[in-house]
T-cell receptor, first 114, second 112 residues
Framework: DQQVKQNSPSLSVQEGRISILNCDYT??????FLWYKKYPAEGPTFLIS?????DKNEDGRFTVFLNKSAKHLSLHIVPSQPGDSAVYFCAALTRGTSYGKLTFGQGTILTVHP | DGGITQSPKYLFRKEGQNVTLSCEQN?????MYWYRQDPGQGLRLIYYSQIVNDFQKGDIAEGYSVSREKKESFPLTVTSAQKNPTAFYLCASSPTRGEKLFFGSGTQLSVL
């Protein structure tokens, strides 16, 4: 039972355009969500997070949106750059009961073309 | 330079052999974790430890063992009971009650 799903295995965008990566979850107990970026043969690096009490969090070119009623979150990258090409994982947890025990989606491979 | 060090980067296992993956952190984090990544899949939790001398099974602990004798170290042993060990193994750490994990650079384990 996959509690966090990233239904798009890959996404290809042109440099300078917007990249939108999507993530759905089924566990209504999740109250904190994170996005990680991963290059091949390296460990994931934290990108941005959002608490369930918010619906938007912004950090530079990266914005995460959370729609609790739809159990859906998305990561927007504007403008996209070739260096953004990587695998992006969304992850979720329930604070108070599972600190650090992140549940990850399958990942989306983002390719940004020059 | 604070961080998490995993070694070796690449490891090969023969049939029936146990192998141990090293993970060391100097971030002074209490909690440490082991995740496994398979192609096309997300990261899955193998074991985690929130304090020295204590650890719990994650979602896929069968065929693995760990120890946590020091705060800085959390080695993972892949035993011969793990029938499909080929994967990319990631160690992570976090402060107590921290939401964000910090990951090492990973170990690729392959079976000969």
């Amino acid at each position: 039972d996959q509690q966090v799903k990233q239904n798009s295995p890959s996404l290809s965008v042109q440099e300078g355009r917007i990249s939108i990566l999507n993530c759905d979850y089924t566990n209504s107990m999740f109250d904190y969500f994170l996005w990680y970026k991963k290059y091949p043969a390296e460990g994931p690096t934290f990108l941005i997070s959002i608490s369930s009490i918010k619906d938007k969090n912004e950090d530079g070119r990266f914005t995460v949106f959370l729609n609790k009623s739809a159990k859906h979150l998305s990561l927007h990258i504007v403008p996209s750059q070739p260096g953004d090409s990587a695998v992006y994982f969304c992850a979720a947890l329930t604070r108070g009961t599972s600190y650090g025990k992140l549940t990850f989606g399958q990942g989306t491979i983002l390719t940004v073309h020059p | 330079d604070g961080g998490i060090t995993q070694s070796p980067k690449y490891l090969f296992r023969k049939e029936g052999q146990n192998v141990t993956l090293s993970c060391e952190q100097n971030l002074n984090h209490d909690a440490m974790y082991w995740y496994r990544q398979d192609p096309g899949q997300g990261l899955r939790l193998i074991y985690y430890s929130q304090i020295v001398n204590d650890f719990q099974k994650g979602d896929i602990a069968e065929g693995y063992s760990v120890s946590r004798e020091k705060k800085e170290s959390f080695p993972l042993t892949v035993t011969s009971a793990q029938k499909n060990p080929t994967a990319f193994y990631l160690c992570a750490s976090s402060p107590t009650r921290g939401e964000k994990l910090f990951f090492g650079s990973g170990t690729q384990l392959s079976v000969l």
